[in-house]
């Protein structure tokens, strides 16, 4: 939310109710220098997450329960940023670190698109969901460095859990550095379509949701994809847990 509008200024009011970028100052034909500043900044910020390096000691430190590491067949950030394809396989020597179930749960905390947004949201998310899920196998966390959303389905499958749940860094915005997103696939397994998943976004502190109703809504996903046995548009989520198949 922007600051309190100030008198004479008509942009003041709209500008308080958004983060959005309007009614900006202009010198001539150019963007004021305090507009072009913030943006510089913001993109700055925007370049730094997108590079930041995932500190998986840190990560499993605050983690409710046993971890193990692996990493995505991109061998390191210029290839992952080139090769998406490479971020959705394991690579070979991290198959052996996986534990097999079978497991209700694998949750995965990777480092996406922001390891600055798993690190700031991560943990606060993932604790009380945990804790509300005292009923269910969860397999060890896995700690995915280089990944992307699809990496889950590998892990998932290889752990033989019926549920992946991972957790990781949104693309950056000129608005937000450190959005986490959570992506829910029931059955995960080589060749999911994200038509076959369930997200929850925009986990972050500046008028994001907030980590207590992100895990609450986690929950209720959990729990309705495991009792409908579907994911995805297959499963109509009333925010209830009340699954309505499609």
């Not at 950030?77 to 052996?96: I, K, M, N, Q, T």
């Not at 949750?107 to 009380?128: Q, T």
């Not at 949701?209 to 994911?231: I, K, Y």
């Amino acid at each position: 939310m922007a600051d309190a509008p100030a008198k004479g200024d008509p942009w003041s009011l709209p500008r308080s109710f958004t983060a959005a970028r309007i009614g900006l100052t202009r010198t001539g034909d150019a963007l004021g220098v305090g507009p072009m500043l913030d943006f510089q900044m913001a993109h700055a910020q925007a370049r730094d997450a997108v590079h930041a390096v995932l500190d998986p000691a840190a990560i499993a430190a605050g983690l409710p329960m046993e971890s193990v590491k692996v990493r995505s067949r991109a061998g390191d950030r210029s290839a992952y940023l080139r090769r998406p394809d490479l971020g959705r396989l394991l690579d070979p020597e991290s198959v052996a670190a996986l534990p097999r179930g079978p497991f209700d749960i694998v949750f995965v905390v990777a480092d996406g698109l922001s390891a600055r947004a798993v690190h700031a949201h991560a943990a606060a998310v993932l604790c009380p969901a945990v804790a509300a899920l005292p009923d269910m196998s969860i397999a060890p966390a896995v700690i995915a460095t280089q990944a992307r959303v699809a990496l889950a389905d590998d892990i998932g499958e290889r752990m033989g859990a019926a549920l992946s749940v991972i957790l990781l860094g949104e693309r950056p915005g000129l608005t937000t550095p450190d959005s986490l997103g959570i992506y829910v696939t029931y059955g995960p397994r080589g060749g999911r379509r994200d038509s076959e998943r369930n997200c929850i976004s925009n986990i972050h502190a500046r008028g994001g949701l907030a980590h207590e109703e992100a895990a609450a809504q986690l929950v209720r996903l959990v729990r309705a994809a495991l009792g409908a046995g579907v994911s995805g548009v297959g499963l109509d989520y009333d925010g209830f847990g009340q699954p309505i198949l499609t």
